[in-house]
């Protein structure tokens, strides 16, 4: 069986196992240290099969740049898993170095099949958005986990009618680069 070729941008302390992690923060676990604002990153053309971006991504002063180098630096095919706090979490907001904020849809802007993406074009990086999930990995309440199973499978309704009400903490997207 063939390993998987796996970056962790921003990887913090907790790097994912057998990934190439990368920091700024020399005290991570980083691999390669490098402030992930500053472009082009220290890698290949088509390097990675997959690239994980764990409560990074809304760090960033720039997430259409970062877009388009892990775009440059995924094979085709490849997946980049992001995880992100919900723009309507407490945990969006809680931290002073946020930057981004971010929707279900916050990623339609990569898709060339979504109107989003065909109204304003900002990028040639396409990816598809093969999964968006609520609090993946999460340890929730009874009533929370409801809530997740609920927001999952009607994610649109309850982001526009209940979000703002009951307000979930993270969300996850799997994009696959086209």
Not at 4 to 29: A, E, M, R
Not at 72 to 97: E, H, N, Q
Not at 105 to 133: H, L, Q
Request: charged share 25%; hydrophobic share 40%; proline share 4%.
């Amino acid at each position: 069986m063939v390993d998987l070729k796996i970056l962790d941008l921003g990887c913090g302390k907790k790097k994912t196992p057998g990934s190439v992690g990368v920091d700024f923060n020399k005290s991570s676990h980083a691999d390669v240290i490098h402030n992930l604002d500053q472009f082009p990153y220290p890698f290949q053309n088509e390097e990675f099969e997959f690239c994980i971006m764990d409560n990074a991504l809304e760090h960033l002063q720039e997430p259409i740049k970062v877009m388009e180098e892990v775009y440059r630096i995924l094979k085709k095919g490849g997946t980049v898993k992001i995880i992100v706090p919900y723009f309507r979490s407490v945990w969006a907001f809680i931290d002073p170095t946020h930057k981004n904020f971010f929707t279900v849809d916050s990623f339609m802007y990569f898709d060339p099949d979504n109107f989003y993406f065909k109204n304003v074009e900002y990028t040639r990086a396409t990816f598809r958005a093969n999964k968006i999930v609520f609090n993946e990995g999460l340890k929730n309440s009874f009533l929370k986990k409801i809530l997740t199973l609920f927001a999952n499978k009607y994610k649109r309704f309850y982001e526009y009618n209940l979000s703002h009400i009951f307000p979930l903490d993270s969300i996850t997207y799997y994009l696959t680069k086209i």
